[in-house]
């Protein structure tokens, strides 16, 4: 028995031995990382997802700005064609660029007639635009006129798509 005396400290129990499992100084089991890794991977796996679905809007918009300029430009080629027709007087070439309802409303013979009265010495060709004030978009392609009297002319074409192609469809007023 052991017994206190006054101002002298008693002797500390002893310490149980140590036994099986956690030893200290650790709580609990040590962990290898595994969450912290998973966490990171999951991070980076949505990181990588928002820039791919980033990277496939821009993708999407450029697409559509190249596919937009380049209809654009083909029908402008096809008013220069057929204004290079009509100045070289190759009147076949041109009418044959006309769309449909044009070729309905005027016969090959009128088409030259009407050509061969005012020839056309030069032209310059403006840059096509589609008029966002209708609800069919319009597409049309602008001109400049000289003719071989010497008077020009500001002309706007309407144009189709027809057949993969385009055509010319008349002035616009």
């Given at each position: 028995m052991i017994v206190a005396h006054p101002g002298v400290p008693t002797p500390a129990s002893p310490q149980p031995p140590p036994g099986p499992g956690v030893q200290p100084p650790f709580v609990a089991p040590p962990t290898d990382g595994a969450r912290q890794r998973r966490w990171l991977a999951l991070g980076l796996a949505g990181a990588a997802v928002l820039v791919c679905c980033v990277g496939g809007l821009f993708g999407a918009g450029g697409l559509l700005v190249l596919t937009n300029q380049m209809v654009l430009e083909s029908a402008q080629g096809t008013v220069n064609g057929y204004l290079t027709a009509v100045r070289d007087q190759d009147f076949a070439e041109a009418y044959s660029l006309l769309c449909d309802s044009e070729r309905a409303s005027i016969d090959e013979g009128e088409f030259v007639d009407m050509h061969e009265?005012?020839?056309?010495?030069?032209?310059?060709?403006?840059?096509?635009?589609?008029?966002?004030?209708?609800?069919?978009?319009?597409?049309?392609v602008p001109a400049t006129l000289t003719y071989a009297d010497g008077q020009s002319d500001a002309v706007r074409y309407v144009m189709v798509g027809e057949a993969g192609a385009f055509s010319v469809c008349g002035q616009a007023g």
């Open positions: 009265r005012r020839p056309l010495r030069s032209f310059t060709v403006g840059e096509a635009a589609i008029d966002t004030t209708r609800a069919d978009g319009q597409l049309y």
